[in-house]
């Protein structure tokens, strides 16, 4: 029952733009912080943005500041990740998970199936 679902991932061409989305069901939604990260073929898993649960603070990875936006609705249970100015190194699944605080090392307790985001001419 409990579930972190990803969706809007797809094929873009270099400066482009998408958003993706993370819908949470069956756990307490609004104890969590939201993080999304990003893993490569042959790359370790990186996290690209994090969300308080709140919303009122947030991080990014020095590799997508200024491109990315995170954002939450908790009234949707839901998070999203506006991506622009896309480049071919963005190419990667994108995993949303719950989150116990947007800190390095913070324990994810919840994870999604992941969304494929192809950044390609």
């Known amino acids: 029952q409990l579930q972190l679902v990803e969706s809007g991932g797809g094929l873009v061409q270099p400066g482009g733009s998408l958003r993706i989305s993370c819908a949470g069901s069956g756990f307490t939604w609004d104890h969590y912080a939201i993080g999304w990260f990003r893993q490569a073929p042959g790359k370790e898993r990186e996290e690209v943005s994090c969300i308080v649960s709140s919303g009122a603070r947030v991080i990014y990875a020095d590799s997508v500041k200024g491109r990315f936006t995170i954002s939450r609705d908790n009234a949707e249970n839901s998070v999203y990740l506006q991506m622009s100015s896309l480049k071919p190194e963005d190419t990667a699944v994108y995993y949303c998970?719950?989150?116990?605080?947007?800190?390095?090392?913070?324990?994810?307790?919840?994870w999604g199936q992941g969304t494929q985001v192809t950044v390609s001419s």
């Open positions: 998970a719950a989150v116990l605080g947007c800190y390095p090392g913070a324990k994810a307790d919840y």
